[in-house]
Structure formats: C-alpha cells, structure tokens
C-alpha cells in the first residue's frame, strides 16, 4: 500500500507517481478484485428501501453479486457500498440516468478529472472491519462525564508529569509510566465500546470529501456543492478529529501517542453528541463520496469491454425491445433478440439449452440500463420496469419451509408487485415444480394469465406442454433447442428461436449416455401414449 505522506519532496512525488502508474494499470485492464459482498452491503442494509428496491430473491436469481463483481473497481469502502446500493436501487427518472451518463462518459474522457479523484480514493482506501458504518449503525454512546475524566487523565496529568520530570526531578517519568499503564488499560477496555477505527475512518473520510470539494472541474459539480453543504453541517466534528487524522499518519506510526494520551477516546466523547445528531449527514456524505467512486467504476468496466453497448431508450408503451443482448459474466456470450409487444412470452426447451441465461441476461441488462443508463446490447427500449424474478426460489429448511411454500412466496411477490403504478419485468423458470402435476398446471395456468393481464412483462420457462397448450391465446411462444448425437453427445446453439420446442432429446440423451434399450425404447413408447 502506497502512502502519499514521505518527507523528501523528491520521494513525494516519485511516490505519487508509483500511485498513478498503478491506478492507470488498473484501470486499463479487467478487474480480478474479489469482494466481500457482507461488508458491501452493509450501507445498503442500514439505508431505507423503497418500493422498486431490488429483494434478496431477485438480486440472487440474476448473480447479481457475480455482475457487481465484475463492475467493482472501487478502492474505497464508500465506493464499494455505493456501487452495491445504486444496483439494488434502480432508478425511474430518464433525466437523472441521463446525467449519470454523462457523468460516466465524462470521467472515461477526462484522464485528469479521473486520476485525480482515484488517488483520493486511492488514499482513502477501505475500512476493512467497517468499523465507521459499524460505529453509526449502533447507538452512539454519549457520555460527558468519560470526556472530563479522559481529558484529565490523557492530557493534563501526563503533560503536568512531562513538566515535572523536565524542570523539577526526572524521576517523576516513573509516574508518567504508571499513568501510562492506566491509559492502556483504559484504551483496551474501550477500544470495542467506542469503535474507535471508526472515528480513524470518518476523519479519513471528511479529508476525502473535502479534497473532492476541491477539484476544480464543473463536470462534477453536484457532488462538490452537496458534498460542500454536507461538510458545513459536520465542522465540529472535522475540527475535533484533526488530531486523531495526524497520529494515525504513516501507517499508524504514532498510534501510541494516542494510546497513552487517550486521544482517541477523549475525542469520541467530545463529538459522540454531535455524531449522534448528524448520522444521517454523515452517512449521505459517505455515500456521495462513495457514488463518484462507483460511477469510476463503471467508466473503468465500458472501457475496458470487448463487446458493443448503447444507451437505453425508455418509453411509455409496456414494451421490451432487445437486440443481441449478452449477459455480462459470459465470455464470448451468444447474443439474442427478442421483442415482447403484447405482455409475455413462454420459453421452452431443454435443460442447459440456455433459458434461464436468457432469464438472467435481460433481467441484468434491464437493471444496467436504470442504474447506469448503458445496456450490452444493440439497441434497447422499454418502460421503467419494477424487477421482481422467481427463477430459482430455494428450500429453506432451516425455517421448516417446503420447495412448494418457497415457491408460493415468490410468486406472490410478482403479484403483490402489480398493484404498484411501474410496469413489473417478471421472469420466472419452471413455476410451481415443487407440486403433483393436475394442481400445477391449474395453478400456473390462472396465476400467468392473472400476470399478463397486469400491467407487466412476463417471461415464462417451462417443460409443460399441458400448461403451453392453455396459454396459447394469451402469450408468444419461443424456444431453445439443442442437438444429440449419438457419438457426439449435446451440442447447443444457445439462439432463440420462435415457436415451441418439439424435440425429445431428453431420451436421446439416456442413448448417448448408453442407458438399456429396454429403457429408452420404452422411454419412447410411453411418451408417444401419453401424447395421444
């Protein structure tokens, strides 16, 4: 880890320009960063939701902790947990996604606007235990009387001792060392209670912010004017951590200055008031710290990717117009098209023939293009659409919950979701599995056609001619196919196709695995009688 703080002006610079050399590295190539998806969320966790915020389900159905990983190039913890917050947080507005836009394509251009704002963040770096989001999650400890007492026991009575050692009699610097010892003593006891890393890291943030303030380049100016205001109403509390900003210097150097002199305790104590008024300021100029960094980030992934992309087009009609869209986490991904005028279609086919990548990559393309207004795709448009998938609801056996009530849930989530005002995308693979055949099909069959008849866009994949047949008036029909050879084995062209899928290559498959004729010839029998 590269530090900017040297004392020779000629290592100074040497050393910034071994930090810029890296960033540029950096961001010139893909990423390999591995993230802590727990501690990426924590903001997330701590923030209010609101009624298009992405769910759990939804974000684990798509891998969206696979595409943030593959967009995060963050060095920064608020930049980490910006990125996962925007993601889960689609917008609706085309104004505002149009000038992040904007904004993107201004720091992919601005070789100097972005290197300036990476070194900070850069030096920034990341909070590694979260100690700052940990410290305003929990009830910040105000205690007046701990002020006085630390204050007297950090500060007037070892300096009191200094002044005597230095003027009166050296001996008194035994008393320093047993004043000293109490102050450990004091500093492991509270160190927990305090989080006092997380007062380390909020200076190390408002130092941040205030360099960002400070860049002159009107391109950002939203950020430096929020960010501005945001530092005024927290003066007291920058004033009050400076000192704590200088003995953890040079790596912590000093840190046992402020070990014996209780430095960081005593200034807790002084601001945890005030830190407790102001948490909500204090966690908005985190995330806007953090938001630059994240639309870095994306600039850094557009740049460095090898396929095309296109600003999204959104309208009003209920309406999903993709042309070869790739999903992100596919190297040399089979681009596929589709446009769905009339509520929703149904996907059939094989296994592994590519449905539910196909699920995936529309619905991650839908979330890129409202949350950073670009989509791997040819050409796109649709309305702002409320995301709500059921692709791949879990059994949840440590809550005694069954594969069918995971999947009642789920699909409730869909139909709760079309009482709002936003259009719902809603893709859902295989529904209601985890149930006898008759009631399966009854049950799909109201529950599609109650969706399509919402204001939504569903996407259905399934196996069931019985259920294809009844939703023949009421959705499109497409499908997968797949080859088998009985040398070869399964071959793919993972293309969509319109139409329904006729093959029955799931037997074929038992012959090329070299099943007993007797099975797969009976395998073949049974189903041309169940058919008639």
Known sequence: MFEYNVI????HFTMSGMILNSIRNDYNYETDKKSDFEKSRKYFDMSEKNDYTLDDQTWDDLDMNKVYNKLDRAYSTPGEAALYSMLRNPLLKDEKLKKRGILIKLLKDDNKLRDSLQSIYFKLNRDYKNCLLDMLDQDVIVNKAKYYVYTLLGKIIPLIIIFLAIFVNKGYMIALLGISSINMLINSTEVKEIKSNGIFYLRKNIVAAKKIANINNDGIIYYKEKITSMLKSVKGIE??????GVINMWGGFFEFISVIFLLEESAYYSISAKIKEEKKVLMDLFYIVGELEALISIAGYQHNLKQSYVEPKFIKKITLNIKEGIHPLIE?????????????????????AGKSTFLRMLGVNIILAQTFYFVLAKDYEAPFFNIVTSISPNDDLTKGKSFYMAEVESILRIIKALEKDVPVFCPIDEIFRGTNPIEKISMSAEILTYINNGKSISIVATHDRELVDILKENYGFYYFSEKVDTKKGLSFDYKIKKGISQTRNAIRLLEYMNYPKVITQGAYKRAERIEN
């Open 239 to 244: 004033r009050s951590t400076r000192l704590i």
């Open 8 to 11: 020779n002006r000629g290592e």
């Open 332 to 352: 040399d991904a089979v681009a596929n098209s589709i446009n769905i005028q009339n509520g929703g279609i149904v996907l059939t086919g094989t296994n592994m």
